[in-house]
């Protein structure tokens, strides 16, 4: 296959690219390096079915270095924090929606009719009734979270208009070895870093918020699962996650635990944030009867697995 992957650089996209290159489809990886880094797939960049373009998928140029006969695109690329989108909103709906829009529009004149779009448990809200199924109500706060309702329904629509066979795909929130983890970055990945570092976690109140939290292996197995069926599983959207919740505050616990400093370091909470999403939790029976998707690792192997990644590998990453 030839595939795009839009947010090449980044966390989840440098995970797919390494997939499909080592199966040896051929992939055009697009990254604008806003939150990427070139280092993350650094191992791909001499394979010759990974053709790297430093691009923004906002300019109309970039779609002339592709080629018009891909076989499926998978958008990642967004702005996807949620303090900077609070900052910036003009930003996050630019990217997010306008990017969008140019993404479904090359897809449209060219044909593709497999498009994975990476959209978000964020687009729910704080949880109305739990766990969340795919007809909960699309009721995000913050600027990030609304860009993505907008790109989300957009999609839709151009399922609806043009019969595109999007696949609009909402994984709560995932974690692992590369994800970002200073300035704004996922949870776990800022709390391992600190930790390991002997600095204590910082929780934003009481701690008591709780998330769905997936390793990025199920992640990328949820992707690949829908690229592969020769259905439309996420029509109309799909969650994907682990059907578990965990809060803040045992995430910080299990990782003092893991790293031997449970003794010598304690959290520090600071005020809450207004707009923080108090309760995620997937229903994800939906990937399960439609992709037979079962997430195979457990909260406690993936936090393991990680903190043995930022010790034996992450330094290696940032030396080139
Ligand atoms: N991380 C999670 O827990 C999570 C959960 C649900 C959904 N998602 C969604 O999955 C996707 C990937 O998330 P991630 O955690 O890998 O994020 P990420 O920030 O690591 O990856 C996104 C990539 O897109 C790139 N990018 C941003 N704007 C761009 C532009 N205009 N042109 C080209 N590239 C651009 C960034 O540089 C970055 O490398 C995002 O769309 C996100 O909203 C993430």
Not at 61 to 80: F, G, M, R
Not at 146 to 164: G, H, P, Q, W
Not at 213 to 220: E, G, R
Not at 259 to 267: A, C, D, I, P
Request: hydrophobic share 35%; proline share 3%.
């Amino acid at each position: 296959m030839k595939i795009m992957i839009t947010g090449a650089a980044g966390f989840l996209g440098s995970h797919l690219s390494e997939k499909y290159v080592n199966e040896d489809h051929i992939v055009y990886g697009i990254d604008n390096l806003l939150n990427g880094n070139l280092n993350n797939v650094r191992t791909l960049l001499h394979r010759k079915n990974f053709k790297f373009i430093h691009d923004d998928i906002r300019n109309r140029d970039l779609y002339s270095k592709i080629p018009n006969d891909l076989d499926a695109v998978i958008h990642l690329a967004a702005q996807i924090h949620v303090d900077r989108s609070i900052v910036n909103p003009e930003e996050t709906f630019d990217i997010n929606v306008s990017g969008t829009m140019k993404i479904l529009e090359y897809a449209r004149m060219n044909d593709i009719n497999k498009i994975l779009f990476a959209s978000t448990s964020e687009v729910y809200g704080s949880a109305k009734y739990v766990p969340m199924d795919e007809d909960h109500p699309l009721a995000a706060q913050h600027p990030y979270g609304v860009s993505k309702i907008a790109a989300d329904r957009l999609c839709y629509t151009y399922n609806e208009t043009y019969d595109l066979g999007i696949d609009i795909i909402r994984c709560f929130n995932f974690y692992g070895p590369r994800q970002k983890d200073s300035g704004y970055g996922g949870v776990i990945a800022i709390f391992i870093n600190r930790v390991l570092q002997n600095k204590p976690p910082i929780i934003y109140g009481d701690g008591n918020q709780t998330r769905d939290y997936m390793y990025v292996d199920d992640a990328v197995n949820a992707y690949d699962k829908v690229l592969k069926s020769n259905d439309n599983p996420g029509k109309y959207g799909i969650n994907f996650g682990t059907g578990t919740e965990k809060s803040v505050n045992e995430i910080a616990e299990l990782i003092l635990k893991y790293s031997g400093n449970e003794k010598k370091l304690s959290t520090i909470h600071v005020d809450a944030r207004p707009t923080e999403v108090q309760r995620l939790f997937a229903d994800i029976s939906k990937a399960q009867k439609s992709l037979d998707f079962v997430p195979k690792i457990e909260f406690e192997q993936g936090i393991s697995l990680l903190m043995d990644w930022y010790r034996n590998y992450k330094s290696e990453l940032w030396l080139y």
